[in-house]
């Protein structure tokens, strides 16, 4: 029964249905913008890559949950001000109570994940966008952030976490460094500078790979093996194709809709604890409008607003257009304030390409 | 004719539902047996969506009960139902557009293969699978990776029903499969329905087009204001008594009448 009428598929339109493709395109021409116009700055000596190395993984942790969640077809708004909360609760609770760092980065973690949970709760029983339910989060926790921290120290900024956490055992999950010995190699044959004076002469400039960017790589590895080669993300596709669909065949729609705005929360809450161990402080204001901004990575990457459809290795390098971007725009010395510009026309695109590949997909005119 | 001679796959006893004040159902009796095509017939209303609906696990009847091969059953979920063999084509389908063949012929059913201690999504074999399960049923996918919106109605109503066969339904629940589709896609579909008879599963063809049903029903069973108006085995009853039974006769008529017989 195949039908003379349907053309053959070319590889070309084949191509275009993947996700990742208009992040992929994104990636190379952002990369060689910068390579012309800012070749020269240092952006791509070692430490120039290692700076927006960071800023992209930085958007990546958040970027990996808000896909999977997408792709279930809720959003989480909240996650700005979950990562302003769970910094002030571990710097309270390690600084303010005296507890050990690790009993503080698992109770943060707890907290996080049980927040996680009440939005997906809520989202599933009222059935209210979840547009508006995590919007009300994204109150209620910068609100309290700002709160316990005024009322516990009388300012919005803790500091003296890294104090603290001196000998800790978990903390340098979160806040080390890793392939020290690689680096102090890379310096002695002469690819990676060193100090030339202060207490950390001889030393290399950059000591080793920042937790961040592995805990980066492995949530994006994690996320991407989860939604395309196991049975759970094939219900996370259909959870967020069409829930009505997936529950008549048996899928459990709430449960990973729930479970997913978990996995969102403990993003999150990587990318706050990651934070507060590298900065030594933790301040109220964390993590404004990086909601928006994990969102924004996931469009980039090919994902549907409406659900269904998307991919991690996408958000991955949407995350990665963005570090570049940004701290490009340092690098060669333009206005910063661009930045927020080329957010926003690139989101608008983004949208677009995707709208029109979904109507590719789904033969729709 | 020979299914007559086994003893129904599902029996529905007196059959009742009711919403709150609303009677949607009230004292339904139904049967399939084996290898047979029993149409239920209703106009918009009748009470046939709730009906399957209650049958397969969806809704649980006020009063009456349900028979699986003689047992009585009472079912939890449409999980339940599933797991013991009946299996329901929707209207709307229970396909999602985005995803592929192959993903949706396998959803929430996914093959998984062990990898030290992580299992894994199958996908080799899952779409193996359905290329071969769709050849059987006469369609020739260009991929097992191409999505689902890229295939026509009855493609897609093909699918669903090889699915339903493929995990090894007993009886098979179609709700108004043809109602959304042309005459040759129309055709594919009854054919399929054909096909998936010969296995010796049991249909249930829900439908409000007489003409359907007559092309591939055994039995046909009218449905009309929550009641059951009879049960009528092929040849023995024409397509105007069928349809003059599931408009509540007198009105339709009086309207033909008036429209110089073409309804």
């Known amino acids: 029964m195949t039908d003379e009428r349907i053309k053959q598929v070319s590889p070309l339109r084949r191509a275009m249905i993947r996700p990742e493709l208009g992040a992929i395109a994104g990636a190379i021409l952002v990369f060689a913008f910068f390579a012309m116009i ?30 999977l969640l997408m ?15 769970a910094g002030i609760v571990i710097a309270i609770l390690s600084v303010q109570w005296g507890w050990p760092t690790w009993a503080a980065i698992l109770v943060a973690f707890a907290i996080c994940i049980c927040i996680g949970a009440i939005n997906g709760f809520l989202v599933i029983k009222t059935g209210l966008p979840s547009f508006i339910v995590t919007l009300a989060f994204l109150y209620i926790l910068r609100g309290l952030t700002i709160w316990l921290s005024i009322l516990t120290t009388r300012q919005t900024i803790i500091g003296g976490v890294k104090d603290a956490a001196q000998g800790d055992w978990l903390a340098p999950v979160f806040g080390g460094v890793v392939f020290k010995g690689l680096f102090v190699w890379l310096a002695q044959i002469g690819v990676v500078g060193t100090f030339s004076r202060g207490a950390r002469e001889g030393q290399p400039v950059i000591d080793g790979i920042p937790m961040l960017i592995v805990w980066a790589l492995g949530l994006i590895v994690f996320g991407h093996i989860l939604l395309t080669h196991t049975k759970f993300g094939n219900w996370i596709f259909a959870s967020g194709g069409d829930a ?8 459990p729609v709430a449960r990973v809709k729930v479970l997913m705005f978990m996995f969102t929360a403990f993003c999150a809450c990587v990318f706050a604890t990651c934070q507060v161990m590298e ?39 949407g995350a990665l257009i963005f570090g570049v971007v940004q701290q490009g725009l340092f690098f060669s010395g333009a206005e910063s304030s661009l930045f927020r510009v080329f957010l926003g026309s690139i989101l608008i695109l983004a949208v677009i390409l995707n709208t029109y590949i979904r109507r590719m997909i789904t033969g729709e005119r | 004719m020979a299914v007559y001679d086994h003893d129904p ?58 028979l699986f091969e003689g047992k009585r059953m009472n079912f939890d979920s449409p999980r339940d139902a599933m797991e013991a063999g009946i299996a329901t084509v929707y209207q709307d389908l229970a396909m999602i557009p985005l995803m592929s063949v192959t993903r949706n012929f396998f959803m929430g059913r996914e093959p998984e293969k ?13 779409s193996r699978i359905t290329m071969d399960e769709m050849r059987r049923m006469g369609i020739n996918l260009r991929e097992p990776s191409q ?61 409000h087009n007489v003409r359907h049903a007559m092309a591939v029903g055994d039995r046909f069973t009218v449905l009309n204001r929550g009641r059951t108006l009879g049960t009528a085995q092929r040849g023995q009853i024409s397509p105007e008594e069928l349809q003059d039974m599931m408009a509540g006769g007198q009105e339709l008529v009086e309207l033909e009448g008036s429209l110089g017989g073409t309804v």
């Open chain 1, 38 to 67: 800012a070749g020269d700055s240092g952006m791509f000596a070692p430490q120039g890559v290692m700076n927006w190395t960071v800023v992209s993984a930085q958007f990546a942790v958040i970027a990996v949950g808000a896909c």
């Open chain 1, 244 to 251: 009505q669909a997936a529950r008549y065949v048996g899928v």
């Open chain 2, 9 to 66: 796959i599902i029996e529905m006893r007196g059959i009742k539902k009711h919403f709150g004040p609303v009677i949607a159902l009230n004292g339904v009796s139904f049967d399939v047996r084996p290898g047979e095509c029993h149409c239920l017939l209703g106009d918009n209303g009748a009470g046939k969506s709730t009906f399957i609906k209650t049958m397969s696990g969806v809704h649980k009847p006020t009063a009456g009960e349900i």
């Open chain 2, 114 to 126: 062990k990898v030290g201690p992580f299992r894994f999504f199958d996908l080799k074999a899952a």
């Open chain 1, 279 to 317: 900065f030594g402080s933790a301040a109220a204001d964390r993590g404004l409008l990086k909601e928006f901004e994990a969102i924004i990575c996931v469009v980039i990457g090919g994902a549907l607003l409406t659900g269904g459809y998307g991919s991690v290795i996408g958000a991955a390098l």
């Open chain 1, 71 to 85: 792709i279930a077809g809720e959003f989480d708004l909240s996650v700005g001000s979950m990562i302003g909360f």
């Open chain 2, 147 to 207: 999505a689902v919106g890229t295939l026509s109605g009855g493609e897609r109503q093909t699918v669903a029903i090889a699915r339903a066969v493929h995990f090894g339904a007993k009886v098979l629940i179609l709700d108004e499969p043809t109602s959304a589709l042309g005459v040759r896609q129309t055709a594919n579909v009854l054919s399929t329905i054909d096909k998936v008879r010969k296995k010796g599963i049991g249909i249930v063809f829900i439908t």
